[in-house]
């Protein structure tokens, strides 16, 4: 399943996904026809159960995707939305009244402000068709047509500032927190992105050339490439962790190990990238910056390392055991 479902998302993700559609998604152009093809698919309710319309696969199946749709920089939320679906259905929400479109997950950020929800820096909402935030410790479901978006002044973000009245948000009350679906997310979408940072570096450092050869052959770049692999295979194992779970939702410890691992992983991978291409790396032409104002807004976005490791932190300390006894536990619970 690993194989065939990750073929199948890395081969509609080339074709659709291209860094072209990257760049229009940023000034703000339509791309409503990748998603469409993305959602043709099925990928979108991949996690949902059968009996509610979708493919009932587990979470591990899913993480191939995820992978993808980083390597590729997906213009729109398809990680979030499989796990925003399977959220929805697990709460017993009728497959009738599944919001229709991408749906981007916000689990910090937004706040009830009169008869307004208003967020500054609201996760995909320029290319997402609803938000699920959470509020108070209340579930919301935003529309965005409903909404009043704008740029948040950041250069190529897809996030923005938004705001909805009362009325148009829908209360979904209670339930599992949404930073977990949230980190699970975002370490599978950087887990991709890391990976195609270093193909590119590796291509970079074996075609350019200095003193007459490669400067690949250097033993200087030769050791920062292999810190960055080192860094790309522990996030890789990092997003392995997280995408483990049941009824397709996540472990919140398994989540936070994943989150924070990628997030500790992003900016080593960034720098040492920018550092083998030299100056061509920032250009707005070359794509690499593409990757790497991404993996350093994902860092951040639903907490950074520091924010999961205080939580992984918290949580051996209440269990009186430490967190790699902890982790060990949360899975030989799973089998």
């Not at 991949?46 to 213009?75: F, I, K, M, N, T």
């Not at 200095?210 to 052959?217: E, K, P, S, V």
């Not at 350093?296 to 430490?322: F, P, T, V």
Request: charged letters at 15%.
């Amino acid at each position: 399943m690993d194989t065939l479902l990750g073929d199948a998302a890395e081969r509609l993700f080339a074709q659709t996904c291209t860094p072209a559609l990257l760049r229009a998604a940023e000034q703000g152009l339509p791309i409503d026809a990748a998603w469409q093809a993305c959602e043709d698919a099925g990928f979108a309710d991949a996690l949902v159960p059968e009996s509610q319309g979708g493919a009932g696969l587990v979470l591990a199946d899913a993480l191939p995707v995820a992978v993808a749709a980083g390597r590729h920089l997906c213009p729109y939320p398809i990680a979030q939305t499989m796990l925003a679906r399977a959220w929805l259905a697990a709460i017993g929400q009728a497959p009738q009244a599944r919001p229709a479109g991408a749906i981007a997950i916000a689990p910090y950020g937004l706040a009830m402000d009169g008869k307004r929800i208003t967020g500054i820096n609201v996760p995909w909402v320029r290319t997402a068709a609803h938000v699920l935030a959470e509020i108070n410790g209340q579930a919301w479901l935003l529309p965005v047509q409903a909404g009043c978006v704008h740029h948040n002044g950041v250069h190529g973000s897809l996030d923005g500032e938004a705001s909805w009245a009362m009325a148009d948000a829908q209360c979904l009350g209670s339930g599992p927190a949404l930073d977990t679906l949230a980190a699970v997310a975002y370490a599978g979408l950087m887990a991709g992105a890391m990976e195609r940072v270093l193909d590119m570096t590796l291509a970079h450092a074996n075609t350019r050339t200095q003193f007459g050869r490669a400067i690949g052959r250097f033993q200087a770049v030769q050791q920062q490439i292999s810190v960055m692999a080192e860094q790309v295979w522990a996030a890789r194992m990092g997003a392995q962790l997280a995408f483990q779970g049941r009824d397709g939702l996540p472990q919140a410890l398994l989540a936070a190990v994943g989150k924070a691992r990628a997030s500790q992983a992003a900016p080593l991978v960034a720098d040492i990238a920018h550092a083998v291409h030299g100056a061509m790396g920032i250009t707005a032409e070359f794509d690499l910056q593409l990757y790497t104002r991404r993996l350093r807004d994902w860092r951040r976005a639903a907490g950074s390392e520091s924010y999961w490791h205080e939580r992984i932190g918290a949580h051996a300390l209440a269990s009186n055991a430490s967190a790699l006894d902890t982790v060990r536990t949360t899975l030989q619970g799973m089998a």
